[in-house]
């Protein structure tokens, strides 16, 4: 019988520059309503399974394979006025670490499913930044051990253990906006 990994709680951060606090916030699953903040306090989705922070990001106690998805986050103002919406795609790799641990180290395609024309794209490891290619060209980030390919996917060569963990990727459009977030939890087990 194979080794499962721990259950992990998963944190989906909205990114962007808000005038705090926020107002009306909205976090949808495949279309399905998941949360929502209504004139700065939790109005759906609030217990013990997941949370709505007031800083628009969602928490959810169970980080497995059922929580991958397409989500997205729509913000409004006090007057229930648009501001913003942001889809957000969340995968969960759990790889054997006999599979990519030790000699012979593999690499590990990190993707970024996304069908619009990349304009900029800014991938991070927690919060550290790790590369970010601008209108197809490499701009940071792009050595021996990573790189950042051109449909956006972020490829890992010779994977460690200290690779394990949160990779996001953020995707902007041609006036600087962020318009998609890919968020990947890696873990070895």
């Not at 606090?21 to 998941?34: A, F």
């Not at 930044?129 to 940071?140: L, Y």
């Amino acid at each position: 019988m194979g080794q499962e990994t721990p259950r992990r709680s998963v944190l989906l951060p909205l990114r962007g520059k808000f005038e705090m606090p926020l107002s009306d916030v909205e976090w949808k699953k495949e279309g399905q309503l998941l949360a929502k903040i209504n004139r700065g306090r939790c109005a759906y989705g609030c217990g013990n399974t997941s949370q709505l922070f007031s800083n628009g990001s969602l928490w959810l106690s169970h980080g497995g394979k059922e929580e991958e998805g397409r989500y997205s986050v729509t913000v409004y103002n006090a007057t229930g006025i648009f501001i913003h919406k942001v889809d957000i795609t969340l995968w969960i790799i759990e790889i054997p670490a006999e599979q990519v641990l030790g000699p012979g180290n593999t690499s590990v395609l990190l993707p970024l499913d996304l069908e619009s024309q990349l304009i900029q794209v800014n991938w991070r490891k927690d919060e550290q930044p790790m590369g970010e290619i601008f209108r197809g060209i490499c701009i940071t980030g792009c050595n021996e051990t990573y790189s950042i390919l051109l449909n956006g996917s972020f490829l890992l060569r010779r994977v460690q253990r200290e690779d394990e963990g949160r990779y996001s990727a953020e995707v902007y459009d041609e006036h600087n906006i962020l318009i998609h977030q890919t968020e990947i939890l890696l873990y070895f087990y």
